[in-house]
């Protein structure tokens, strides 16, 4: 289910052991974001904050764990994820 009016912000905000839905990437370095791209960092891909320091972040994406930088953090903007089953029917 879609929910549309939730807050977009970088993932370096993000909260550890949350998860998010990735929006956009807005880095500039065109290599940097194909890479990103390529190993699943697209609209719509679920994202998992595992643990995080003042360097970064390591997160899980696809099965796998990845470290990132605050500049890559920094530029992955995401919204909250919600599961259908927390949602309440109103």
Known sequence: MEISHLPIFPLE???NGESYVI??????DAKVKA????IGF????IISVESMNRQGMI???NDSRLALDRY???NIYVK???KEDD???R
Do not use: F, P
């Open 72 to 74: 890559i953090c920094n």
């Open 80 to 82: 909250e994820y919600i």
């Open 35 to 38: 890479h990103l791209h390529d």
């Open 59 to 61: 997160v899980k994406i």
């Open 23 to 28: 929006e956009r990437l807005t880095m500039q």
């Open 42 to 45: 697209i609209s719509g891909a």
């Open 87 to 89: 949602i309440v029917e």
């Open 13 to 15: 905000y993000g909260k």
